[in-house]
T-cell receptor, first 113, second 113 residues
Framework: NAGVTQTPKFQVLKTGQSMTLQCAQD?????MYWYRQDPGMGLRLIYY???????DKGEVPNGYNVSRLNKREFSLRLESAAPSQTSVYFCASSWSSGANVLTFGAGSRLTVL | GNSVTQMEGPVTLSEEAFLTINCTYTATGYPSLFWYVQYPGEGLQLLLKATKADDKGSNKGFEATYRKETTSFHLEKGSVQVSDSAVYFCALIPNSGNTPLVFGKGTRLSVIA
């Protein structure tokens, strides 16, 4: 009964380094999302994938790329990390992009020095 | 556009006190409305929802009523417990199609014994 699994849980990067956050869901959901959470800013949508093979920009896509590898997996890549990308990242999934219930992962805390 | 405005926190209450967290929204048409909760160190999870005007969502002693005339969806609980300490997010989905959830900035609640 894993739900949404994110890796890694914690990561420290230096400015300019690259990394990929991995997300996998085992609920056969069609839609997947990446959010970032910052103090005083709430959750902001970075990218989402309404269905396998599609991706769309959210509110704050700059500096990120995503890949919907298959129905289960949706990765978020930082090509050249910046201190402004220090945040907690959450992956989520749902039956559809208009569905009202999202299942969230436990989060990945990223620090960029 | 679509947006959600929540009262700023943090909110600190004594155990058994009455809780209200205000939420108002801006949306075209008639959105569905939600409250999500984030317990320390975890991802968000759905607390309750309402999909049409005058609906009341309820769960775990929390309630919220969809008020179209005031575009509000305030969260209430009659007697809070220490275990209710968390961050609460109001959210909406527009009724215009496959659009992801729009979240408010969150309100942190601390309940002290």
């Amino acid at each position: 009964n894993a739900g949404v699994t994110q890796t890694p849980k914690f990561q420290v990067l230096k400015t300019g380094q690259s990394m990929t956050l991995q997300c996998a869901q085992d609920m056969n959901h069609n839609s997947m999302y990446w959010y970032r959470q910052d103090p005083g800013m709430g959750l902001r949508l970075i990218y989402y994938s309404a269905s396998e093979g599609t991706t769309d920009k959210g509110e704050v896509p700059n500096g990120y790329n995503v890949s919907r590898l298959n129905k289960r997996e949706f990765s978020l890549r930082l090509e050249s990390a910046a201190p402004s990308q220090t945040s907690v990242y959450f992956c989520a999934s749902s039956w559809s992009s208009g569905a009202n219930v999202l299942t969230f992962g436990a989060g990945s805390r990223l620090t960029v020095l | 556009g679509n947006s959600v405005t929540q009262m700023e926190g943090p909110v600190t209450l004594s155990e058994e006190a009455f809780l209200t967290i205000n939420c108002t929204y801006t949306a075209t048409g008639y959105p569905s409305l939600f409250w999500y909760v984030q317990y320390p160190g975890e991802g968000l999870q759905l607390l309750l929802k309402a999909t049409k005007a005058d609906d009341k969502g309820s769960n775990k002693g929390f309630e919220a009523t969809y008020r179209k005339e005031t575009t509000s969806f305030h969260l209430e609980k009659g007697s809070v417990q220490v275990s209710d300490s968390a961050v609460y997010f109001c959210a909406l989905i527009p009724n215009s199609g496959n659009t992801p959830l729009v979240f408010g900035k969150g309100t942190r609640l601390s309940v002290i014994a």
